[in-house]
T-cell receptor, first 116, second 115 residues
Framework: GAGVSQSPSNKVTEKGKDVELRCDPISGHTALYWYRQSLGQGLEFLIYFQGNSAPDKSGLPSDRFSAERTGGSVSTLTIQRTQQEDSAVYLC??????????????FGPGTRLTVL | AQKVTQAQTEISVVEKEDVTLDCVYETRDTTYYLFWYKQPPSGELVFLIRRNSFDEQNEISGRYSWNFQKSTSSFNFTITASQVVDSAVYFCALSEGTNAGKSTFGDGTTLTVKP
């Protein structure tokens, strides 16, 4: 597609359940980022993938969060044993090349996660 | 550690007024990049501008202008003759040259332009 796509757009789950959020980056973009945006807050960096390099996981808030990127394209963010504080909008972005921080990131529409 | 502060949580103006959104940043890197993004009510973040730390020239794009001042670590954004369609949340962000993938965003400024 032309832009970054994310699915589902909305996800409601019960506390303790696992969820998977998907991101499809812009074709040809080698860098992929996940952020979390809580209500009325800025974006909180979660994880970053660049090509075949080991991902930068330094932003993941706990070991319940994990992400993978298969084939250098689609990425899945998994949250295990969800908690109410995980409720937020999860945003994915991609960029052409993460060249020393200069790259412009293009954002998807986000997945709104609600944990009951 | 990098930090971005947008002290203005909410701003409300009447159409055609000029408005300036403030952004102050902290970084130890000499090479860094600053960004502004717009998040309209539809939710999708839209890139507006990128500046690198070596280029302090101000930039104007239509009704938008940006004032980058390293002396005060600020990268302020001005909208001239605001319009209702400018209503959105605006985010300032910083990326350091030594930490390519990790952008730090401010908490955003919600701008409401009333007709």
């Amino acid at each position: 597609g032309a832009g970054v796509s994310q699915s589902p757009s909305n996800k409601v789950t019960e506390k303790g359940k696992d969820v998977e959020l998907r991101c499809d980056p812009i074709s040809g973009h080698t860098a992929l980022y996940w952020y979390r945006q809580s209500l009325g807050q800025g974006l909180e960096f979660l994880i970053y993938f660049q090509g075949n390099s080991a991902p930068d996981k330094s932003g993941l808030p706990s070991d319940r969060f994990s992400a993978e990127r298969t084939g250098g394209s689609v990425s899945t963010l998994t949250i295990q044993r969800t908690q109410q504080e995980d409720s937020a909008v999860y945003l994915c972005a991609s960029s052409l090349v993460a060249g020393g921080g200069s790259d412009t990131q293009y954002f998807g529409p986000g997945t709104r996660l609600t944990v009951l | 550690a990098q930090k971005v502060t947008q002290a203005q949580t909410e701003i409300s103006v009447v159409e055609k007024e000029d408005v300036t959104l403030d952004c102050v940043y902290e970084t130890r890197d000499t090479t860094y990049y600053l960004f502004w993004y717009k998040q309209p009510p539809s939710g999708e973040l839209v890139f507006l501008i990128r500046r690198n730390s070596f280029d302090e020239q101000n930039e104007i794009s239509g009704r938008y202008s940006w004032n980058f001042q390293k002396s005060t670590s600020s990268f302020n954004f001005t909208i001239t003759a605001s319009q209702v369609v400018d209503s959105a949340v605006y985010f300032c962000a910083l990326s350091e040259g030594t930490n390519a993938g990790k952008s730090t965003f401010g908490d955003g400024t919600t701008l409401t332009v009333k007709p």
